[in-house]
């Protein structure tokens, strides 16, 4: 019969090995826990096209400062004329999936809003090349390419038709934390934010979202400090956007960004009492929420209805 303490302190031990593997798979594959850019099947493959919603527009193809290269779309209004003059959208997509599936979104405020939008694949996410980090997108979204060509804020920027345009960026989930990173960094460059259903940071994330790996959440390298970025921004006006009964980010989150949004331009709270993380758009009210605001902080000159 074998020792009890011998046995006890066996299983210790193997436990302490489960738990250190855990722990290194979770540090070192923590990004493919994170950014879920293969979901759903498919989406690194295939990729609608803005044509397929009668959008005008012209494939965009990037190279980030690091020889990353990516692609992205820029949807424009019908004449060269109307696009330099229009306001452009800077679509920061939401995480899983890729920029096709958001088509629908970009169309309906494309309509609405009478403005252009540029919507970019980072690094990992449908066509680009790559493996999503941090601070891989980060360079995706500003940085001048290794080139000559530029990536993302630089494209718009020297674009012929784009350079001069009020830039709106708009991010959702992780995309508000994308948005907001670039906003703090190029603020003199931005006109107007929208956030939609964003968090505080990643560590702050992981207790909700996978509890078992809470005490060890410092060891996660991939962190989106929202929470400190958003104390950064001076003037530009921002828009929140927040479900009430979001199963994935605490709704507390957004209501803390808010709370620290200390911009002049002004901030303006839009909730959905019984939207959950990935349907607040469907929710009544939400674009008229975002043509609200684009009333107030983007258009040039007030109009009768944005959305005729």
Not at 57 to 78: C, F, K, M
Not at 93 to 107: M, S, T, V
């Amino acid at each position: 019969m074998p020792d009890f303490n011998t046995t006890v302190q066996g299983f210790f031990a193997l436990f302490a090995v489960i738990a250190g593997s855990g722990v290194f798979l979770a540090y070192y594959f923590q990004c493919s826990l994170i950014y879920l850019s293969r979901f759903p099947e498919g989406s690194r493959t295939a990729v609608d096209k803005p044509s397929k919603y009668n959008l005008p527009y012209e494939e965009v193809w990037l190279r980030s400062s690091d020889g990353v290269r990516l692609h992205a779309y820029l949807i424009t209004r019908a004449t060269p004329g109307e696009t330099a003059e229009a306001p452009t959208l800077f679509y920061c997509q939401a995480n899983a999936g890729n920029i096709g599936h958001r088509l629908p979104i970009a169309e309906n405020i494309y309509r609405r809003c009478r403005c252009n939008v540029f919507m970019l694949s980072y690094r990992g996410y449908g066509l680009s090349e790559g493996t999503a980090n941090e601070k891989g997108i980060k360079l995706d979204t500003q940085a001048s390419g290794a080139d000559g060509r530029a990536a993302a804020l630089s494209f718009i920027r020297h674009h012929d038709l784009l350079k001069d345009t009020r830039i709106i960026l708009y991010g959702q989930s992780i995309g508000g934390a994308v948005a907001l990173d670039l906003a703090a960094h190029n603020e003199e460059q931005i006109h107007a934010l929208i956030l939609e259903n964003t968090f505080l940071s990643v560590p702050k994330l992981i207790p909700h979202l996978m509890p078992f790996l809470s005490s060890v959440a410092f060891l996660c390298h991939q962190q989106w400090q929202s929470e400190e970025t958003i104390r950064r921004l001076r003037r530009v006006p921002v828009l929140f956007l927040a479900s009430g009964q979001d199963e994935l980010v605490p709704p507390a989150h957004m209501s803390m960004l808010y709370d620290l949004c200390n911009t002049t331009g002004g901030s303006m709270w839009q909730e959905f009492p019984h939207g959950t993380h990935n349907d607040a758009c469907a929710q009544p009210g939400y674009f008229e929420a975002i043509e609200q605001f684009w009333r107030q902080h983007v258009a040039s000159k007030p109009t009768a209805s944005l959305s005729q």
